[in-house]
C-alpha cells in the first residue's frame, strides 16, 4: 500500500494540471528529492538560514539510496537521469550522492537559490510568473514533455511494485539498511 501510495503522489505532483512550486528549505534526500523533482520549478535555500556561510547547516539534495544498500526505483532514477543529463545522473545514482545547494544548481536539479529565509517569497514569485502563462496552454506544454513517462509509470506500476518488494526485502538489502540505521544512530 506504501509503495502504491508514494507512488501516486509522483503522478499526482509531476501530472498536476497546476503550477507546482518547490520551496526546499533544508535536506531533501531521497523521498524528498523526488517531490522536488516532481515540481516545476524548485527554488533552495542557500544556507539554512542560521547557518550563514556554514557548508555543515546548508541543506542538500539527491537520491542516496545506494549508500544505504538500494537502489532507486527505475522510474525515479530515469527522472534523475532526465533532470540532470545522463552521465551526471548515472554517477550520482552510483554514489548516492546528496549535492549541496550550488552543485545542485549548476546541474539543473534546483533552478534558484536564495537564501534561506526568502525561500517561500520567492517560491510564490516564481508561482505569479507560472500563472501569467494560460494554463490549458501552460499544463498542454508540460504534458509534452511529461505524458510518455507518465503513462509508462501507469503502465507498470504492479510491476514496479513487485520490483520494489523483492529489492527491500532481500537478505542482503535488508541487512545493508541495517547497517546505515545504526549508522545514523550514532550519529
Known sequence: ??????QQLFLDLYGSRLAVIGAIEGHAPAAGCMLAMACDYRIMASSDGDGGGDKNKRGTIGLNEAQ??????????Q???????????????????????ED?????????????DAVVDASYEVARTFTKIPPQARFASK????????????????????HFCNFILNDTVQL???AYLEKL???
Do not use: C, Y
Open 79 to 101: 527522472l534523475m537521469i532526465r533532470t540532470i543529463g545522463f552521465r551526471k545522473g548515472e554517477e550520482a545514482l552510483t554514489l548516492g550522492t546528496l549535492f549541496s545547494p
Open 1 to 6: 500500500k506504501f509503495w502504491e501510495s508514494f
Open 143 to 162: 504534458m509534452l514533455a511529461r505524458k510518455e513517462f507518465l503513462d509508462d509509470l501507469v503502465e507498470n506500476r504492479d510491476t514496479d511494485t513487485a
Open 176 to 178: 545493508g539498511l541495517g
Open 185 to 187: 544512530k550514532r550519529k
Open 104 to 116: 545542485a544548481l549548476s546541474i539543473g536539479l534546483v533552478d534558484k537559490l536564495v537564501e534561506g
Open 68 to 77: 544505504f544498500g538500494i537502489a532507486a526505483p527505475p522510474w525515479l532514477g
